[in-house]
Nanobody, 127 residues
Framework: QVRPVESGGGLVQPGDSLTLRCVLS????????IAWFRQAPGKERELVAA????????FYADSVKGRFTISRDIPTSSVSLQMNKVKSDDAAVYSC????????????????????WGQGTQVTVSP
């Protein structure tokens, strides 16, 4: 059993950068796909970015392409989400989720494929 733990949220201004980090406690970091979801007040949870277990495939929501970068670091069992040029629409609770990886090139984008969730970290964007 693994448990994602997020950190790095906070208050930023539009245009700033912020890095979120997800550490996966428990065995087997290498075999898990990792995704970042976010949910703003009154909105549905949405997938922001994801990286598969082999790190050969990534996904980005259209709203963050070119601004956010997801990466994984095996020695620290962590996945980072680098957020650049933050916008007010990026304000939300960001949650890290892990799901068992399958074949080398696949990366699921459905929430149901991620069975382990963190508590979330708040990102607030304010001038």
């Amino acid at each position: 059993q693994v448990r994602p733990v997020e950190s790095g949220g906070g208050l930023v201004q539009p245009g700033d950068s912020l890095t979120l980090r997800c550490v996966l406690s428990g065995p087997g970091f290498r075999i898990y796909n990792i995704a970042w979801f976010r949910q703003a007040p009154g909105k549905e949870r949405e997938l922001v970015a994801a990286i598969n277990w082999s790190a050969v495939k990534t996904f980005y929501a259209d709203s963050v392409k070119g601004r956010f970068t997801i990466s994984r670091d095996i020695p620290t069992s962590s996945v980072s989400l680098q957020m650049n040029k933050v916008k007010s629409d990026d304000a939300a609770v960001y949650s890290c989720a892990a799901g068992r990886g399958e074949n080398y090139y696949s990366l699921p984008i459905e929430e149901s494929k991620y069975g382990f969730w963190g508590q979330g970290t708040q990102v607030t964007v304010s001038p």
